[in-house]
């Protein structure tokens, strides 16, 4: 058999090696097979993705110095679509070869003979009978479809309220690609949602045309789910975000429902956005991409407006009960009346009520622990943790100061580590202290607490949320754990303690996290035949979006919230690309932020001008380092340029072999 040459790329985790280097190979091997390589001057196997072949050598490389592939792989390959789309996150995202491979190729290694493992190969189908779609629901349904049959590759942004029936139009879109013979992904925010939506896929689609990928799988299931997509045995592929690198063929639609979720946007390296990811996979089979959410995203609502996205709209339920009656309780007028407790009198009130007539109660509180900061009455110094200079939150079921960044748990104090001061003193409420105050006031009552604490494995969420959804638990109570996308029946009230809590957070988007949060909340209650109560504690209950989430009016908060944006120039008018760099030694890391800003500054890019200086990362959790960062609005049109540029500078960076390390990250949802 004849010899060609080939570009492959090693799976090494080194920006030295981020390249594509040329080997010989066997005329059988084919663009995304994985192989194997002699490297380096000891010709140590490596692995490697083949990413193109019927490659000519450069004339100044001697063809008799040029190795030779060792192995392929006979089970894991990549299609020319894959391929393509992992260097296209390459410079999309300012990342190595190595970082994109990883999202596409399986964890874990082969299962030995008859012992693959099925994850929710338990799980109960659940059907749910659907007599006629609304005229809503068949409209945005036909739309859809029309433009599958077309290969127009559109994509849709399916604004609907809660309970309108988007599930509905999710299952009829899936059923028609696999009609004409594709394949489909949907995607939701929360590992915690899989469960759910596993039952209403198994409700109307064979068990063995679904697999499932999340984080939470072992390696041996994630391997196995996988192969299946891979070998064309499951043609659905459902989970989390990394659902969208599911190795499927000719992919008709992918859905991500519940859109707006930062969730989407991957905080860990690579800091991939899915909804990209989602586009780029879907101009090599012109399928649609549908984005689904009761509040869509500013940046999804504005581009609907400007017509990059086709915007459908249901804006009634789909059994027709009316939206929820939202009332806003001020805590401010509470407190002067000598109430200092956690829950309104109000709240109270409708629990008992609600509790007395069969109904369940959801209370949503964004904060886990007991109380969310500790600190010193005389000088005011919050408790921090030593390693990540977050402040502490007080757990008191394990008598602990917990650091909720790197989990780290340390034995309260009797003094002030700063004055020495014995006024240690808690402050704020969490998920913690809520759960005690509602068993205080209810203990007839059967109540559970969903959040990290408590929700530590896949097995144990789905428990607490089977035993809502039947009835068992009267009270649930929990962060957004339990305002993302779930469907019970039998809740009549949602407290929501503190809707303050989001608002406060230094990002510009807390304004729109609050609307979002509090209106999916909101959500939960009335989807049966009656309608639901919602009642929100604040503070400043005069707040634009507070009042939008109230009154059910996303268009309001939308107009409000985006001439805001357009005046401070924040997405989606620009993109806020961060340059973070971290060294053992403070001085280091400074010094490579301050070069880059001026590095990007003589560049002449669009915006280099208003480069923030360089800050120190206070929510840095690297132990024994420092991390400093710079900041730039870059706007429409200028990302790209901006990416090409740092990785430039981060390429200098490793020449000059400084022990400093770069990270490149567009439009974080975390704070630096």
Avoid at 437 to 464: G, Q, V
Wanted: charged share 25%.
């Amino acid at each position: 058999m004849g010899k060609q040459y080939v570009n492959l790329i090693l799976d090494q985790n080194s920006w030295h090696t981020d390249a594509e280097f040329t080997y010989a190979a066997e005329e059988s091997v084919r663009a995304g097979d994985l192989a194997e390589v002699p490297f380096g001057k000891g010709n140590r196997l490596k692995r490697a993705l083949v990413t193109e072949t019927g490659v000519l050598p450069s004339e100044e490389i001697d063809p008799s110095r040029i190795k030779e592939i060792a192995s392929v792989d006979p089970q894991i390959h990549l299609n020319e679509e894959m391929v393509r789309t992992m260097q296209w996150m390459r410079q999309r995202y300012g990342i190595k070869y190595y970082d994109a491979l990883h999202c596409f190729i399986p964890p874990g290694k082969p299962a030995k003979p008859g012992k693959s493992k099925r994850p929710y190969a338990r799980t109960k189908g659940e059907v749910q009978e659907v007599e006629a779609l609304t005229d809503e629901q068949a409209a945005a349904v036909g739309r859809i479809e029309d433009s599958m049959n077309q290969g127009k590759g559109e994509i849709f942004l399916l604004h609907g309220v809660t309970s309108s029936g988007k599930t509905e139009v999710y299952m009829r879109v899936i059923q028609h690609a696999l009609d004409m013979g594709k394949t489909a992904i949907l995607l939701v925010p929360e590992i915690a949602l899989t469960e759910q939506i596993v039952r209403r896929l198994l409700g109307r689609f064979d068990r063995e045309e679904i697999a499932v990928l999340h984080s939470k799988l072992t390696r041996r299931e994630r391997f196995d789910e996988w192969m299946r997509l891979r070998n064309g045995e499951a043609h659905i592929a459902v989970g989390a975000r990394i659902g969208v690198f599911a190795p499927l063929e000719n992919i008709g639609v992918i859905i991500l429902d519940e859109e707006h979720e930062s969730t989407y946007k991957s905080d860990q390296t690579p800091k991939y956005e899915t909804v990209d990811v989602a586009v780029k996979r879907l101009m090599y089979t012109k399928g649609v991409l549908v984005l689904g959410s009761a509040t869509p995203s500013v940046v999804s609502y504005e581009r609907a407006r400007e017509g990059l996205y086709t915007l459908i709209e249901l804006k009634k339920r789909y059994n027709k009960t009316p939206l929820p009656l939202v009332e806003m309780v001020d805590m401010r007028t509470e407190l002067r009346s000598g109430n200092t407790g956690i829950f309104s009198r109000r709240l109270l009130s409708s629990m008992k009520g609600t509790l007395a007539s069969g109904k369940q109660v959801i209370l949503f509180q964004n904060r886990r622990g007991y109380s969310t900061f500790i600190s010193c009455r005389d000088c005011g110094e919050a408790l921090r943790c030593p390693d990540c200079g977050i402040s502490l939150v007080y757990h008191k079921h394990e008598h602990a100061a917990v650091c909720h960044y790197c989990g780290r748990k340390f034995p309260l104090p009797e003094k002030c580590p700063s004055c020495g001061s014995r006024r240690i003193k808690y402050f704020g409420v969490g998920t913690e202290q809520v759960e005690e105050t509602a068993a205080r006031e209810f203990p007839e009552a059967r109540i559970e607490r969903l959040d990290l604490d408590t929700a530590k494995n896949r097995t144990e969420i789905n428990r607490m949320i089977r035993s809502f959804s039947k009835g068992e638990t009267n009270i649930l109570i929990g962060t957004q754990l339990v305002a993302k996308g779930l469907d019970f029946r039998n809740v009549g009230l949602v407290g929501v303690i503190s809707a303050d809590v989001s608002l406060n957070i230094p990002d510009y988007r807390s304004t729109e996290r609050t609307f979002q949060l509090v209106t999916q909340v909101a959500g939960r209650a009335g989807r049966g035949s009656e309608q639901g109560l919602v009642i929100v504690q604040s503070y400043t209950p005069d707040n634009f979006a507070l009042q939008a989430a109230a009154s059910h009016d996303y268009l309001s908060f939308f107009k409000q919230e985006i001439v805001i944006r357009k005046f401070m120039e924040y997405p989606p008018f620009t993109d806020l690309i961060v340059a973070a760099f971290t060294s053992e030694n403070e001085q280091t890391a400074m010094e490579m932020a301050e070069r880059c800003k001026t590095y990007l500054e003589r560049a002449g890019l669009p915006n280099a001008d208003k480069i923030l200086m360089p800050r120190l990362s206070m929510n840095f959790k690297g132990k024994d380092s420092f991390r400093y960062h710079i900041m730039v609005k870059a706007p429409r049109g200028s990302r790209n340029k901006y990416i090409y540029y740092l990785r430039y500078f981060n390429r200098s960076i490793l020449k000059q072999k400084i022990d400093c390390a770069m990270l490149i990250d567009v439009n974080a949802y975390s704070s630096y």
